[in-house]
């Protein structure tokens, strides 16, 4: 938009997917040879901005977004599969210290196309170095992810207090990475 704010908006078209397969049961074929199935992903559309204020220090804000329509998605296999939709959240900020050393700070938020309560909540942070012409990075990451899972015992076994169904399973995710760039 200037020279402080760069926008983008892509819309990616949705892909078509062709499988052929044959189903079997007790070593006879079930269905012809030549059994197929189509299906269409959903198409995704997605917004970003990054923004540089005006001050002594090097700063940019960074936001984007992607939204993805699932419950268009119609799979021939699983006719009555029914899908939610989804958005993708990435906020960031990197500021630029006096020494040219780069801090970094970000948040993600995800849902899940499958299950409602189903998310991932996560922060980043990292620094980053340039000597001449190579570059190190150093980051981490701390999330959060809640899925719903099959329990580890079948519930029969446990005795009827415990319930029924699908347990609520709540991972933390440490992550660190670190990362060289050589320029030539």
């Known amino acids: 938009a200037n020279e402080r ?3 983008g ?3 990616e078209t949705a892909p078509r997917l062709h499988e052929d397969f044959t189903r079997w049961q007790d070593d006879s074929i079930v269905s012809a040879s030549q059994s197929s199935a189509d299906a269409r992903l959903p198409s995704r559309l997605a917004f970003g901005a990054a ?9 940019t804000f960074a936001l984007d977004a992607a939204y993805t329509p699932w419950s268009e998605l119609r799979d021939p296999l699983l006719p009555g599969a029914t899908y939610l939709d989804t958005w ?5 900020l990197e500021h630029i210290y006096y020494n040219a050393l780069p801090g970094r700070i970000g948040f993600r938020y995800a849902r899940s196309y499958a299950l409602r309560e189903a998310d991932r909540a996560t922060f980043t942070f990292g ?3 340039r000597v001449g012409g190579v570059a190190l990075d150093l980051s981490g990451e701390v999330g959060k992810r809640i899925s719903r899972q099959e329990p580890l015992w079948p519930r029969d076994e446990q005795g009827p207090a415990v319930g029924a169904g699908s347990d609520r399973v709540e991972d933390t995710v440490l992550r660190v990475f ?6 030539f």
């Open 5 to 7: 704010l760069d926008v």
């Open 9 to 11: 908006l892509s819309y």
């Open 51 to 59: 923004y540089r204020p005006r001050n002594a220090f090097r700063t």
């Open 88 to 92: 993708d959240v990435r906020f960031g």
């Open 127 to 129: 620094i980053g170095h």
């Open 178 to 183: 670190l990362g060289a760039d050589i320029g």
